[in-house]
């Protein structure tokens, strides 16, 4: 800790120099012949000196746009729209702290037509704001062919474990909303919808460590919000995107949007198919005292996704609009695992099992959302509401067959052997959600936000399995594994927030209060008896942030903000799934929540290099755990409130051009990690400073032309308080190339080529001393075209996020 501590001190006296100016805001209107309000026009604001971009708004229905927080210096604007000319302003001068009211503006039509006309600007690959860090996606040509999972594994600070679980800055425990609503899924299912995702549906994705109160209070290590692509243009208009990949099996994830607009109606969807094989190769060594189990299992997986996303906005005036939207999933999986165990015991073999696990299961979802907007006001004042009901229904069957032999191959006649079971495992999540949103400013500098949620979850896992009797040679069923059980949570929140810009210093303040009520049922049988338990819970949720800023190269930012983080819907389900007979997974149904208290100071220079130093302090980790039998010698993974932990970190991020063809994002991340507290009944006292990084080098070679080297690194990191991640890194490459008039595109990705990103996994705690090590279908080759068609002019289509912020991330794997 010490050493990190002086870490922490030098970049703080290297890049905190300085404190920022007051910040000021331009607006303006712009309009047709006949002063007839223009909307959709995109209006650019940059810089006298160098027409560099600053920023871009949309104009609204009234034609009036607003740039907000805009340091003081010399600006031109110029207003864009197909199918009329593009005009620019003279330069102008906004003052510190000055608001600068643009004359109106009206575009004339242009003389020719322009439909099909598709306007692009080259965005840079990582942009870092006050209040989050912005990853372009289709500014990285290696994200061809790749998934959303892939992508987010690659964006800075956050990082993907070997069961897809997701961290930032080395903290687990993240709500991701896709397009601000919550997807309501967590552990494997999360993984298996990201990995199914084609990263060509995505435009940005968005990181907020420190989410303000407005936002639901869970999420440990903050929120990731993917922002899918969406059409700007009145008609008909879309993109296509087909993909290859070739790794050991081949991938081919593919999709389509479109988009039709005209008078007050608004209709978008998104389609998409995707193909997907792979292989997890797993070599898993356990000592048991004197015994030596030395474990190979090759799995193969593979799914058919199909997933549709339908919506329509209807606006019923000019301040008022009513949206509906609808998605649904549909996914066939099928994991087969063929395995072997060398049971040694003295450096002899005693005996060798196989095993054949097979899951077959089909997953489905259905979300419908009615939403609703007014404008009560020119001044801004407005009302939302959302209200939603999502279903989850997976139906799993499993299958495991042991055998256990003795050295000379003759099948063993220990009782139990051979060890045959078979599962039938259905599951279904029903969630309901309601909240209204409520925005008053009070002035030009001050706003005021409020608004309350209503949310009611239930589920019901039932576990149905059965084994084969040798004796009676029949199936007989398993009540030391069957189970059912059934939960239901209620959670009522309301917020204030409240945010005011005084000169050079910008302030917000928020607070959260969440009611928690829940019951769960452990249906028994004739081995075990009924239990039940209910809970209630009320908490708050503050949090407080303070900007400060000198001049054009110095910003500041301090922030606090606690955090609950409550156990996903599958990790509290206890079904069983299987490895091999002395290995398998389980969940907890008597998990608690999280809590935790995050600070950050940050500091950004030139809007290029940005500096964070966090401080993380976390009571109840719902932490992965590992229980051994060393009679039986089954040993199993579970998860349980297990340890507190403190972690300090320091991230520094650098995106800038070097050349005018030349762009370099780094991001590097040094934290201390820090856990306490007891496992299988004994303490635990890990402490581990880690450091990972990523890299990503972008070239472009004339005007259609592009390439990348992307990569990452990162040091051996305490995953949870008993395992041991060992260094893992990647490089991949990617080339770029605009065709058909710049409307479509190929891309081509080489990821992994080297074949260097596996994982070894080192547990070491009291009778547990284990060694995984894991190799998967890492090394492949993409190919990627995209065509985009539109015609039509600009509109600005509604951003919708569902009364659903919190549920929907919990909804948990099911052991794929």
């Known amino acids: 800790m010490r050493v990190s501590f002086t870490i922490v001190l030098m970049l703080i006296l290297l890049t905190s ?116 860090m912005v990853v372009n996606v289709d500014a990285s040509p290696t994200n061809a062919g790749s998934n959303a999972l892939e992508v987010l594994e690659k964006s800075p600070g956050v990082s993907v474990d070997r069961d897809g679980n997701i961290s930032i800055k080395g903290k687990q425990g993240i709500i991701v909303l896709i397009d601000g609503k919550q997807t ?27 989410p303000s109160a407005k936002f639901d209070a869970s999420g440990n290590s903050g929120i990731l919000n993917l922002k899918t692509k969406k059409s700007l243009a009145k008609g008909f208009n879309g993109t296509i995107n087909l993909s290859y990949v070739q790794g050991r099996y081949p991938k081919s994830p593919n999709s389509i949007g479109f988009n039709y607009r005209t008078g007050k109606i608004n209709f978008f969807s998104n389609l998409s198919y995707s193909y997907w094989t792979g292989f997890n190769d797993q070599h898993l060594t356990r000592k048991i005292g004197e015994s030596v189990f030395d474990q190979q299992a090759d799995q193969k997986n593979s799914s058919h996704n199909y997933s549709a996303r339908v919506g329509l906005d209807y606006s019923i005036d000019k301040k008022t609009t009513i949206g509906f939207l609808v998605n649904g999933i549909y996914n066939k999986r099928r994991w087969e695992n063929i395995g072997k165990a ?34 009560l006001n020119a001044e801004g004042r407005e009302l939302t509401a959302d209200l939603d009901r999502i279903q989850y229904d997976t139906r799993s069957r499993q299958t495991s067959d042991n055998y256990t032999y003795l050295p000379d191959g003759q099948l063993s006649n220990h009782s139990g052997n051979p060890f045959l079971l078979r599962g039938n495992l259905p599951s279904k999540i029903t969630i309901y959600s309601g909240k209204v949103d409520y925005v008053h400013p009070l002035s030009k500098e001050s706003k ?52 005011r810009q005084i000169k050079k210093w910008g302030i917000q303040t928020g607070l959260r209060v969440e009611n928690t009520n829940s019951t769960g049922h452990q249906l028994g049988n004739a081995l075990q008896k009924d239990s039940s338990f209910k809970k209630s819970y009320t908490q708050l949720f503050p949090t407080a942030y303070l ?58 220079y030139r809007k290029a290099l940005n500096t964070t130093v966090s401080y993380t302090a976390t009571t109840d980790i719902l932490n992965d755990i590992l229980k051994q039998n060393d009679e039986t010698k089954v040993t199993f993974q579970t998860k349980e409130n297990v340890a507190k932990r403190q972690t300090l970190g320091v991230a520094v991020s650098y995106n800038a051009p070097i050349t005018k063809w030349w ?43 592009s390439a990348e080297v992307n990569g990452f690194y990162r040091t051996s990191a305490q995953e949870t308080g008993m395992f041991l991640i060992r260094p893992m ?71 919708r996020a569902s009364s659903a912020q919190e549920e929907q991330n919990r909804v948990g794997g099911n052991g794929q």
Do not use: C
């Open 663 to 705: 762009t370099s994002s780094v991001y590097v991340n040094v934290n201390n990690s820090h856990y306490e507290g007891i496992v299988n009944n004994q303490p635990l006292d890990v402490q581990l400073t880690s450091f990972m990084g990523n890299a990503s080098q972008q070239f472009r070679f004339a005007k259609t032309w």
């Open 184 to 210: 309501y899924l967590s552990g494997q299912d999360l993984a298996n919808l990201l990995r199914n995702m084609p990263a060509n549906q995505l435009d940005q994705i968005e990181i907020m460590t420190q």
């Open 342 to 375: 060398d049971i040694i015991s003295k450096n002899v073999l005693d005996s060798f099992t196989t095993a054949q696990t097979i899951n077959r299961d089909t997953w489905q979802n259905f979300g419908a959302n009615v939403n609703f907007r007014r404008v």
């Open 729 to 799: 890194g990647v490089v991949s490459f990617g080339f770029g190339k605009q065709i058909l008039k710049n409307q479509g595109s190929l891309k081509l990705n080489i990821y992994d080529p080297f074949y260097i990103q596996q994982a070894k996994v080192i547990i070491k705690h009291e009778n547990i001393d284990a060694v995984v090590l894991n190799k998967w279908d890492n090394r492949r080759v993409a190919i990627n075209f995209s065509y985009r068609f539109s015609k039509g002019q600009n509109v600005q289509q509604r951003k």
């Open 17 to 132: 120099t300085a404190f920022a100016q007051s910040l000021g805001k331009i607006s303006g209107e712009v309009n047709e012949t006949g002063n007839k309000a223009l909307n959709g026009v995109s209006v650019s604001l940059l810089k006298a000196k160098d027409s560099a971009l600053v920023k871009v708004a949309v104009s609204d229905k009234s034609g009036h746009f607003e740039f907000d927080n805009i340091k003081e210096g010399q600006y031109l604007v110029t207003y864009t729209s197909v199918g009329f000319e593009k005009k620019a302003t003279p330069v102008f001068e906004l003052t510190s702290g000055g608001n600068v009211q643009m004359p109106a503006v009206i575009l004339q039509e242009a003389s020719k037509g322009l439909s099909g006309v598709t306007v692009q600007a080259r965005r840079p690959l990582v942009e870092n704001k006050i209040d989050k």
């Open 448 to 499: 005021l936000e409020a608004g309350v949620k209503s949310s009611n979850v239930s589920t019901d896992n039932d576990a149905q399995y059965s084994n084969y009797s040798v004796p009676e040679s029949e199936w007989v069923v398993d009540n030391t594994r069957s189970n059912r059980f059934k939960y239901e949570e209620n959670i009522n929140a309301a917020y204030i927030n409240f945010n």
């Open 547 to 604: 900007s400060y800023a000198l001049n054009d190269n110095n910003q500041f930012g301090l922030s606090y903000g606690r955090r609950i983080e409550r156990p996903n819907y599958q990790d509290m389900n206890p079904f069983q799934y299987f490895l091999d007979q002395y290995t398998f997974r389980r969940g907890n149904p008597n998990l608690t929540p999280q809590f935790t208290h995050n600070i950050e100071l940050s500091h950004n």
